[in-house]
């Protein structure tokens, strides 16, 4: 420990100039990416359940459903991209609320920094995890014979609505993670408002058999909104209205929750 | 801060002051955590809060760092406003929590990495800086392990480290050997010693009676949100008014008559050991307590030792409040 004296000197003598806000955030982004390395089985749970779903509903109600299995593939691997990234989000909530139950969060707030560094570091490792984990569910169902008609750009777009998909539902789940302080609570709950929003939606099936009142529901349902974007996307035929319905959501939930994330963690105690 | 106050009479922009609060109050609905503490904090000195679990230790640390908005009262930390210029606080301070606050999934030098890289310590140099800070607290065989494999007395150390990328004018550092063995302990206080010896103001808080003794120049003892003494560790046991008289038996069989002799000469109930053989009593002089060691000898009871000590911290806190400074009144472990 001789060196201490020698330490402080150079910390105090070389004070780095204070760093920007978008240099903050990188830094953020970078430590999502060290999470990936040293935690390499989430994308595990990340990719099961989809996986799951896949099989499952192709090979089992497929027939049924559609006619043929690989008719049933071809309408649903779309939707479970989207259900992929939906679900998905829930995790960067249980990170958050992982890392403020432990006083890491207290060491980076007594920093002087951007104060929603943090945070966009959460939705770096966020879109990272939804590119891979839709990347594999894609190759998944290409190798069980879905093939995207609209080709590598109609893939491209899908990936990038996508993107904008997780970035929109992170926010839900950044405010539940600074609110709720049990990681599990935060998987309840937002599972527990997620599940009906995704089977109430057209991602398994068509809404043409179910009941009025719950057409009614499907069919303004933001899950369904952006399946049938995907779909447009990946099938052909995508149209403007297509995207703007598909992008209400992210773009009404990123508006109203990122100011909401800043004031309810700058008044945190 | 006043207005009226010159700015060498107010002790807030002072440049020898590095703490001055005035009457902080943090309530948590029924909970008085922190109840108007008024501090001064003399630049470069280690200053300890002691108190009992739930004093408000935490909380009173918290808004001092700017974590935590006070309900009322004002506080400059290297004479800067909390509520005005919480950047400027920020910039000068540094505070190593109750709870380690490290990202455990990360090995030691990448936590390093990157907290030297938000101070804005650019690619080589802060690898460079992070090394160096590894290097200086014994931790550079473990660098590339994950905390989370880490032993609680390398955390501590690495925690304290990542207090220090760019060196503190202040430096927090609550409760900082709680939990830790006797030579872990050892080693924070030693590296606490050698931060004030080289110009850092430490604030420490602990429930140790001795750990504060033993590193602080002042202490203020709190309990329920209050502040209830302030000195030097001498001033408060001076404040107590007595000392104590040891004595150590050659016979423990006599112990029973050697605590009536005491209790009888000394008005004062006397302490024995679990063996018996050591006895001690508040005497209120040392006239007193020879005149009690004179009687023991006549009485035919032999002594191997006797000594006049001190009051401990203990005894300090039991004086002030009534109550021994072990006692708890709230739940431990709350999240903050
Ligand atoms: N965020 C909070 N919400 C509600 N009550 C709180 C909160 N933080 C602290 N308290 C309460 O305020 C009181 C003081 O707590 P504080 O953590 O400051 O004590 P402490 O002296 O640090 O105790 P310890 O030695 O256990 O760390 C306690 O009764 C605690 O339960
Ligand atoms: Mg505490």
Redesign the interface.
Known sequence: ?S??????????AN?????SAA??AL?FG??AM??FK??PEQMFDLVMTPIMFTLLFTFVFGGALAGSTSDYLQFFLPGILVQTVVFNSVYSGMGLST?L????F????????WAL?PFAGLMVGDILRHLIAGLIILTIGLILGYRPEAGLPGVIGAFTMLIAIGFGMGWVFIVLGLLI?TPTTVMTVGFSFLFPLVFASNIMVEPVTMPGWLRAFVEVNPVSLMTTALRGFMGGGITATEIGLALIAPVTLTLLLAPLTLWIYL?R? | MTNTASPTNDPGRSPATAISARGLVKH?GDVKAVDGIDLDVPRGTIFAILGPNGAGKTTFM?ML?????PDSGTATVMGHDLVAEP?AV??A???T???????????GR?NMV??A??????GR?ATR?AN??L????LADAAHK?VKDYSGGMRRRLDIA?S????PGVLFLDEPTTGLDPKARQ?VW??IR??A????TILLTTQYLDEADQLAARIAVIDHGRKIAEGTSRELKAATGSGFLNVTLVDPAQADAAVALLADALASDPHRNVEGGQVSVLANSANAANAAVGKLLAAGIELTDYSMGQPSLDDVFFALTGHPAESTDTQEGE??
Do not use: C, Y
């Open positions: 420990m060196d201490i004296d020698a330490i402080l000197n150079a910390g105090g004070r780095p100039p204070s760093s240099s903050n830094v970078w430590r060290l999470k040293h935690v890392d139950s432990k006083g890491l207290d060491r980076f707030r007594s920093l002087p920094i560094a302080r008044r105690e | 948590f918290r760092a700017t974590l935590s908005r950047g920020r910039s301070i540094a505070m929590g109750q709870f380690a606050s490290l990202d455990e999934d990360l090995t990448e990157l907290l890289r938000l101070w804005g310590f650019r140099q800086r160096d800070l290097a200086a607290f014994n994950q990542a220090l990328i760019v060196t080693d030693r590296m050698r931060l010896g080289a110009g850092v999240r903050p």
